[in-house]
């Protein structure tokens, strides 16, 4: 029998978990059609940033618009800018001809830290036709100023801004370095998100030694970085009403698996799409439903969360013990020469 | 009668937009002023909107004036309605074909922003010698005097060629009215479907080459049939303004504007007339309504249709009691019985004597007036209403200009002003780059569009293309304005930039008891002090009130960096009261929404924040009554200045360039170079600092400032002695220059501040890697210690010449010829430029196409091009776009007519002069700087030589004896010039075998004038006409050239290896036969900060976009392949260079699926030149075996 690989997140119904991340690769419209053709439940847009909006306008101002209007013979340099959408409208524009692309539904995503007048960008895009929005809480935590509480409640004032602007429903993405990750999940989800995404990358760049200079690296993900994810969506599980889905990591149909056991709702694909193109989430799918019918599982539903801390045979090896233990074995191989 | 709208616009879009509606072809060139006509069209066009007939019009750029009318000629063969708009050059460039157009008796209309033919210098601006220049092809010219008429006779020109099939030119005042925003009523499309004759249509389709119904045109015809053949078309032109007139009345009808073939405006009786046409008529009329309130009786008769000349017309027009008649034009023909206008006019008042129309004999005057644009104002009517009253007046004159030689001008009264006082009248004095003129055309909007006063605003921009300073003129009021001139009493004046207070009178058109509101950095208490002394006088001669803001703190609290646009404005409305404040400030806020909305709701709030702080921070100063005690305002130039700087460039410097006479200037338009020096324009608000304790001494940072503003030297230790003490130096790290200090010096005033040096800088603080050799400090603390350190540096000696390495550090120690030019900050051209008068100055002979290089090259007041210490540098001049390449191989062929001239007088001299000596002038081969020194001694010596031989052939070899010394005659211009219009002339002189040297400093893009695509816009970049990204590949013009397999052809990008720029201008100078050098120049069309223009040329040709070659046709003798590539295989995605520039982002913003396709175009492109080029730098070419002899 073919097992039901539906499920649900943010209140969308999903025909399977796996959909592509928030990536450049959304940005090719063929690339969108193949994903979504290879099974992709719903697709998820590269992220538009708080930075992107407020910047990008200011520098079209400061650069292309220093020359207008002060020199005789040429009163402009390029053809009518009001044609180019730069930044935020680009973005917009690109919702709505995802929108007319695909029949799945559409994950737009926003990417800031405080409030300010961007957020209005969230109403454009549900204008635009987005079934959904996913907020990346991308957040150093570099200010020596601002106390961890502080911080903390400026995400969670953020998170209840946009989802005070909007109607459709609202994922966080958040990274792992929160103090009181749970709780902080838990004030999310009072705050108004329908589902947490865990977690973003943070962009780490490299140093070059001759130049002096900080180098741009994009590094991308390898399956080892699954294993935090699990752990939290284990944790976390039990404690969240809402949505969860797993970010980074998921390279293969077992991955896929492992993280819908931990929890996840909703499974999403980045690297392995960048390096193996849009037709590997095919492969990954066809593999999750035939070892699914391999290991006589039913539904995704009878396997979520069958992994979590709040079910899971040891809870204790998710929670702190398992370290302790696994450096210990790691040193016992070790000594034993293994 | 329709409701209609009222719109502010421009001259050029009210045209374009009739034009365009009534066009289904329409091939352009751009050309100043006209070209925001075609750019117009083209951006509608690409937004899809549709002619009256439903369809788009279909807008194509060609490659020049002669192919746009060409192509139009053809378009209205096969049976099109098209249109063009140009020029000044470019419509003399459309000569034959519009005989061609008019013999063929060709419905056409075309729209001249009317400009000032090049003469002894090139001017953009208005007057009548392009359009009276073509008034003998068989053109109808119909000439329009406001931005109304402008609208409504372009009309009347599209309709009345359908009825007629003669071809309309169509003109209004280039800049005046072109550029003139004005509030107009709107004609609808129904109006223009009303006036166009749809049987006209129909009729010029039938006429239509086809071969369903084959016709032939365009024959030779021979002595016995041409003459009678060519008369044939007379019926046409005599039924002609019958048609115009009809067609005038039709219009008057529908909109309630009539128009005449000649419109008289006075009173009926006047005995004094004035005849003329265009913009000043408006001024005229304007000045005859005043003078007839005065009792005069006068009038002015402006000319509509200037050809065909309706004489019956005309002697119906001109009221009966007119005893003096002047006839004014805006043009000069040299050597004539009259200028054009003037000559006509008296044979029309002949004929109507002969034919009996008319009794009488007025006398008739001329007088010239406005060319270039001069002003044309009121007070200058009025003088030659009272020299018309004299008994005997002047027969021929001119006004406007001071003509102490010829004695031909009339006085007038400057200070006349007979503006009513509820015009609201205020001028804005801004720079470039703060906005001005975009708050003031918005200001235009609000008022124009939201209340029923009449608005009108005119811009005065600067020639200079960095720090340009713009003057804007803003009249409101409650009838419609005539004055189409500039504001000579304005009640208000602001002043945006304090720094202006030092180098111009802008408190000289301020009325008594007017509003004077000052940007200024003090506050309203301590501002007095520190104005001049001259502001001082003149706010206390004529009881200014005086307002202050700090618009640059006001903005950059708001989050607007230096725009201080919004925050000026808001000034204006809350001062001026031209509407109640707080309508005002509401109306601002709105039109803020609609100008910025598009950009982001951020920049909406910036600017919104900006208008609520601007009025708490306005503050009304309390002017003391004691008498003015501020310092005197600066000299503009130095007083060691040459006496013809501080007589004639100062006083232009100054803003007073109106004021020199006749004789302050050179007849021919010679001028002399090393000149900008003395503009001290200190417009970098941050300069570059050195720190020479980590400085690596590579002269990077020289090689790339495109202003000659940051120098090195190496000199002795003891030439340092008397150094100021902020001087700084080090000791040399080259080992050529061992023992002596290397300094490297900023010019702290010439700097624009572009930091394109800082980026390039490869030395940073090994502990602090933010700190650079090279970092940017505020100007204004560091400005007179800084001056004195550069007035020092000047003085220590320049390079021995001989000890310079042929590499890219060694030879920025020398000397650059070319230095301060007006060119924009971080410019990519001027850098070459620069080094090509480093290497060859002494030697160099430019000739410079038309564009960029010659505005910043050679527009007043100043010149770049200078000397070195023994008074040589270049040698400069410009002809046209077009021709330069055929004008510079003329230097050739003249210098190397007049070495040989001088070589066969050594010869024949040799008994004479030594044949030491002689042998030594003639077999001189080495043009190295110690061979150029060698033989610039002989010379010298052959000069000794001949002092006491008084014979011809001595006395004529003395004459040439400078011939004996190489010259290089370099060619230089943008890629419009040598890809486009210039094209067949440069494809001609490389296919020679003289020793041109061209320069084509290739910014892939019209850039004089804004942007337009040429051919050498790269696949995929947006441009004006190639807005959704050019969808064809860059031609390649390098490989264009090695195909004549004789030429020596190079591709350099200084930002990417400036060594190999510095091989290929050396190798390219000393090449026995024609060169090009093909020079990748960053602009400000690409988008992007040019602080990093040196790392785009780095990622251009490390993404194989631009691969750096070198091909000399010599190498296969010595068994190497011509073509040697100086750039690897591409080892970046092109996408990351092409990402950075807003030319290709704007594609991906408008398409993205577009900008994909088109990026992979690109990125296969590219791989497949640089493998083409791979190949080819491996083709050994065989090399024949001299012949055996027998």
């Known amino acids: 029998m073919t097992p039901d690989l539906s499920t649900t997140w943010l209140g969308l119904k999903l025909s399977n978990p796996l959909m592509p991340g928030a990536s450049p690769l959304v940005d090719d419209l063929d690339a969108v059609r193949k994903l979504e053709d290879a099974g992709a439940s719903a697709i998820v847009m590269h992220s538009l940033f708080e930075e992107q909006i407020i910047r990008e306008s200011t520098a079209q101002d400061s650069i292309l618009d220093a020359y207008t209007e002060s020199y005789t013979e040429a009163q402009s340099y390029f053809p009518d800018r009001g044609m180019f959408p730069f930044g935020p409208e680009g973005y917009v524009r690109h919702v709505e001809r995802l929108r007319e692309t695909v029949r799945v539904p559409l994950i737009a995503s926003l990417n800031g830290t405080s409030r300010g007048g961007w957020i209005d960008f969230a109403r454009a895009i549900e204008r635009a036709g987005a079934s959904a929005l996913e907020l990346n809480l991308y957040d150093l935590g570099a200010d020596p100023r601002e106390s961890a509480l502080d911080a903390e409640s400026r995400l969670i004032d953020l998170v209840r801004a946009v989802k005070d602007s909007i109607r459709i429903p609202l994922a966080v993405k958040i990274g792992p370095y929160f103090s009181s990750l749970a709780h902080f999940a838990r004030e999310l989800e009072r705050a108004g998100a329908d589902g947490i995404v865990m977690f973003n990358r943070f962009y780490q760049p490299d140093i070059d030694t001759e130049l002096l200079e900080i180098a741009p690296a994009l590094r991308l993900s390898d399956p080892s970085e699954l294993r935090l994810r699990l752990r939290w969506l284990a944790i976390l599980r039990g404690q969240i009403k809402g949505g969860l889905a797993a970010s980074g990591g998921v390279h293969s149909h077992l991955d896929a698996v492992k993280a819908v056991m931990a929890g996840a709702d909703a499974v999403q694909m980045v690297s392995a799409l960048l390096t193996l193109g849009p037709d590997h989430l095919g492969t990954v799918l066809g593999n999750l439903r035939q070892w699914m019918i391999d290991h006589d599982y039913t539904s995704i539903a009878q396997m979520k969360g069958s992994m979590s801390l709040e079910r899971c045979p040891d809870p204790k090896a998710v929670e702190r013990s398992n370290y302790a233990f696994v450096l210990q074995t790691w040193r016992q191989e070790r000594a034993q020469g293994r | 009668m329709p409701d209609r709208r009222k719109i502010t616009v421009d001259g050029n879009e009210a045209v374009a937009s009739v034009a365009h509606r009534l066009s289904e072809v329409i091939a352009i060139y751009p050309i100043t002023p006209s070209s925001n006509m075609g750019e117009l069209s083209d951006e509608w066009s690409a937004k899809g909107r549709t002619n009256i007939w439903g369809q788009v019009p279909d807008v194509v750029e060609m490659q020049s004036e002669g192919g746009a009318i060409a192509a139009v000629h053809g378009a209205l063969q096969a049976g099109t309605l098209a249109t063009t708009f140009t020029a000044s050059q470019g419509l003399l460039l459309m000569i034959p074909s519009m005989y061609k157009i008019a013999g063929e008796l060709t419905p056409f209309a075309m729209h ?58 169509h003109f209004f005042d280039g800049f005046r009215t072109s550029h003139e925003i004005a509030k107009i009523e709107e004609l609808t499309d129904d109006d223009l479907r009303a006036l166009v004759p749809e049987d006209g249509v129909r009729e010029h389709r039938l006429r239509a080459l086809t071969p369903d119904r084959p016709v032939l045109r365009g024959s030779a015809q021979n002595p016995d049939t041409y003459f009678q053949a060519r008369e044939a078309c007379n019926l046409f032109y005599e039924t002609c303004p019958g048609i115009v007139r009809e067609t005038m009345e039709a219009f008057g009808r529908r909109t309630g504007r009539p128009y005449g073939l000649f419109d008289y405006a006075g009173d009926p009786e006047a005995d004094r007339v004035i005849v003329m046409m265009g913009s000043g008529a408006e001024v005229a009329h304007e000045t005859v309504d005043w003078l007839r309130a005065r009792g005069e009786k006068v009038g002015v008769l402006k000319v509509r249709l200037y050809r065909p000349f309706d004489v019956r017309a005309f002697a119906a027009a001109l009221p009966r009691a007119a005893k003096t008649i002047a006839v004014l034009d805006r043009t000069k023909e040299p050597g004539a019985t009259g200028d054009p206008l003037f000559l006509d006019v008296v044979a029309a008042l002949r004929e109507a004597r002969d034919l009996g129309l008319r009794a009488d004999d007025p006398r008739v005057v001329s007088a010239r007036y406005g060319l270039s644009g001069k002003e044309f104002t009121p007070a200058m009517v009025v003088a030659l209403f009272q020299e018309l009253a004299a008994p005997r007046p002047r027969t021929r004159m001119t006004i406007g200009i001071m003509d102490d030689i010829g004695k031909s001008s009339l006085p007038w009264d400057r200070d006349l002003d007979i503006e009513p006082a509820d015009t609201t009248r205020a001028i804005f004095w801004g720079l470039g780059s703060d906005g001005t003129v975009g708050a003031n055309k918005n200001s235009i909007a609000i008022i124009g569009e939201r209340t029923p006063l009449h608005a009108q605003g005119y811009f005065v921009y600067d020639s200079k293309k960095s720090g340009a300073m713009t003057v804007s003129h803003l009249r409101f009021g409650p009838r419609p304005i005539r004055s189409s001139c500039l504001i000579r009493r304005a009640g208000f004046v602001a002043c945006h930039q304090f720094a202006f207070l030092d180098r111009y009178d802008v408190l000289e058109a301020a009325a008594p008891g007017g509003v004077f509101l000052l940007n200024s950095p003090f506050p309203a208490e301590a501002v007095w002090d520190e104005l001049p002394r001259e502001v001082q006088e003149t706010i206390l001669a004529r009881k200014l009130r005086v307002f202050v803001i700090d618009a640059l703190a006001v903005a950059q609290d708001a989050g607007m960096g230096s725009r201080i646009n919004t925050v000026m404005q808001t000034c204006f409305f809350a001062i001026s009261g031209v509407l109640p404040k707080d309508e005002a400030i509401r109306e601002i806020k709105e039109a803020i929404r609609e100008t910025y909305g598009k950009k982001g709701e951020d920049v909406v709030r910036k600017n919104w924040a900006a208008v609520d702080r601007t009025l708490a921070n306005l503050h009304e100063v309390r002017v003391p009554a004691a008498a003015p005690s501020g310092r005197p305002r600066p000299p503009a130039v130095a007083d060691t200045a040459p006496e013809f700087v501080r007589r004639v460039t100062a006083r232009i410097l100054a803003n007073q360039g109106d004021l020199l006479p006749v004789s302050a200037f050179p007849v021919d338009g010679t001028w002399p170079t090393a000149t900008a020096q003395w503009e001290k324009r200190n417009i970098a608000t941050e300069i570059p600092v050195w720190d020479e304790t980590i400085c690596v001494q590579c002269n990077r940072c020289v090689f790339v400032c495109p202003h000659a503003t940051i120098r090195a030297k190496v000199v002795a230790p003891a030439e340092l002695a008397a150094a100021p003490a902020s001087f700084q130096s080090a000791d040399s790290r080259l080992s050529e220059y061992k023992g002596q200090k290397y300094t490297l010096q900023v010019a702290p005033e010439d700097c624009t501040g572009c930091g394109i040096c800082v980026e390039v800088c490869p030395a940073r603080d090994k502990s602090n890697p933010r700190h650079k050799a090279i970092d940017m400090a505020p100007q204004r603390p560091i400005r007179e210690q800084q001056r004195g350190n550069w007035d020092f540096f000047l003085r220590l000696p320049e390079v021995d010449r001989t000890t310079v390495r042929p590499d890219a550090r060694s030879t920025q120690f020398l000397q650059p010829l070319f230095e301060f030019s007006g060119a924009c900050a971080g410019c990519g051209e001027t850098p070459y430029i620069k080094l090509l008068t480093q290497l060859f100055g002494d030697r160099l002979l430019i000739a410079n196409a038309t564009g960029c290089t010659s505005i910043y090259g050679g527009n007043l007041p100043t010149t770049p091009y200078t000397v070195n210490s023994a008074g040589r540098g270049p040698a400069w001049a410009n002809s046209l776009f077009e021709d330069n390449a055929e004008f510079g191989f003329g230097f050739r062929l003249a210098l190397d007519a007049r070495r040989t001239h001088a070589l066969s007088l050594v010869k024949a001299l040799a008994p004479k ?49 400078d011939a004996l010394v190489k010259k290089s005659v370099w060619l230089i211009g943008g890629d419009g010039w040598a890809y486009d219009i210039g094209f067949g002339g440069l494809d001609h002189v490389m296919a020679s075998n003289r020793e041109v040297r061209i320069l084509v400093l290739d910014t892939e893009v019209y850039s004089n004038t804004g942007g337009q695509q040429s051919k050498a816009t790269p696949l995929g970049a947006s441009a004006k006409f190639a807005t959704a990204g050019k969808s064809s590949p860059k031609k390649d013009l390098g490989l264009m050239a090695m195909s004549y397999s004789h030429a020596y052809v190079a591709r350099v990008a200084f930002g990417a290896n400036d060594r190999q720029t510095v091989q290929a201008l050396l190798e390219a100078d000393a090449f026995p036969g024609p060169a090009i050098i093909i020079a990748y120049s960053h602009c400000i069309a690409h988008g992007y900060d040019m602080a990093f223009g040196a790392k785009q040329q780095k990622l251009a040709v490390d993404s194989g976009i631009w691969p750096l070659y070198r091909f000399d046709p010599r190498r296969p003798l010595k068994g190497e392949p011509p073509l040697h590539l100086d750039s690897g295989p591409p080892r970046v995605r092109p996408i990351e260079y092409l990402r950075n520039e807003a030319r290709f982002r704007m594609v991906e913003a408008l398409d993205p699926a577009r900008f994909r396709t088109l990026m992979k175009d690109a990125q296969r492109t590219a791989a497949q030149r640089w493998d083409l080029y791979r190949q080819l730098a491996g083709v050994t070419v065989a090399n024949p075996e001299p012949d055996k002899e027998e």
């Open chain 2, 112 to 169: 001249v922003a009317a400009r000032t033919v090049a003469t002894h210098a090139l001017s953009i601006f208005g007057d009548h010698s392009d359009v009276m220049g073509v008034r003998q092809t068989g053109f109808a010219l119909l000439a329009s005097g406001s931005v109304q008429e402008a609208q409504d006779l372009a009309l009347v020109a599209h309709a009345a060629t359908l009825r007629s099939r003669i071809p309309f030119l």
């Open chain 2, 913 to 961: 002069i030594g044949e030491g000596l002689a042998g030594a002038l003639t077999e001189a081969s080495n043009w190295d700087d110690a061979g150029m020194a060698a033989q610039r001694d002989r010379v010298v010596a052959l000069r000794t030589a001949l002092a006491p031989l008084k014979d011809a052939e001595a006395r004529r070899l003395d004459l040439l004896a």
